[in-house]
T-cell receptor, first 115, second 114 residues
Framework: GAVVSQHPSWVICKSGTSVKIECRSL??????MFWYRQFPKQSLMLMAT?????????EQGVEKDKFLINHASLTLSTLTVTSAHPEDSSFYIC???????????FGQGTRLTVV | GESVGLHLPTLSVQEGDNSIINCAYS??????FIWYKQESGKGPQFIID?????DKRQGQRVTVLLNKTVKHLSLQIAATQPGDSAVYFC?????????????FGQGTELSVKP
């Protein structure tokens, strides 16, 4: 199957700082990527849809100024958690599809811990 | 709002037995469903998918059944192995032409006893 890679796999940052997470499709181009958030023992919650060359679409309740998304190329989307706080600590996962009506491939996730 | 839910949050089975994980969905417009396996600290791994024009699809040791009448989805794992221990999520794609935008169910943790 197609490969989606996230970096870093884990990160620890101080409260008030910003953290950038990268999501790359390694062997296909993706005009659309998706960012999810997962708290321990819970399901994945869609945060936003990242659109190449245009603004991201955020789900209800997700602060767009806090979670900045940039999709500058067909193989890379970034999620920046700005002014991170301990409650932002979570597992962030991205996904991408090679085309419409096809399965989504997920990155390995990024564990963010804000101290 | 629309959601995909699971009946059983945990399931414990003996190695070699068959496992059945259930899922109920509420969006009758959804036409694409996927089962994912997630091991601790990792992203979801695709297991099997099914489209709404089918009621059954088989893979290697896994079978997905779709009952559109009652909006129910199930994953059957044959001869369950210790390596199958993980959390299993069903997911639906409510927008047919936007592959990848998924709504996930709550998950079922499968524990396989040797």
């Amino acid at each position: 199957g197609a490969v989606v890679s996230q970096h870093p796999s884990w990160v620890i940052c101080k409260s008030g700082t910003s953290v950038k997470i990268e999501c790359r499709s390694l062997d296909f181009q993706a005009t659309t990527m998706f960012w999810y958030r997962q708290f321990p023992k819970q399901s994945l919650m869609l945060m936003a849809t990242s659109n190449e060359g245009s603004k991201a679409t955020y789900e209800q309740g997700v602060e767009k100024d806090k979670f900045l998304i940039n999709h500058a190329s067909l193989t890379l989307s970034t999620l920046t958690v700005t002014s991170a706080h301990p409650e932002d600590s979570s597992f962030y996962i991205c996904s991408a599809s090679p085309g419409v009506n096809t399965e989504a491939f997920f990155g390995q996730g990024t564990r963010l811990t804000v101290v | 709002g629309e959601s995909v839910g699971l009946h059983l949050p945990t399931l414990s089975v003996q190695e070699g037995d068959n496992s059945i994980i259930n899922c109920a969905y509420s969006n009758s417009a959804s036409d694409y469903f996927i089962w994912y396996k997630q091991e601790s600290g990792k992203g979801p791994q695709f297991i099997i998918d099914i489209r709404s024009n089918m009621d059954k699809r088989q893979g290697q040791r896994v079978t997905v059944l779709l009952n559109k009448t009652v909006k129910h989805l199930s994953l059957q794992i044959a001869a369950t192995q210790p390596g199958d221990s993980a959390v299993y999520f069903c997911a639906e794609n409510p927008i047919y032409n936007q592959g990848g935008k998924l709504i996930f169910g709550q998950g079922t943790e499968l524990s396989v006893k040797p």
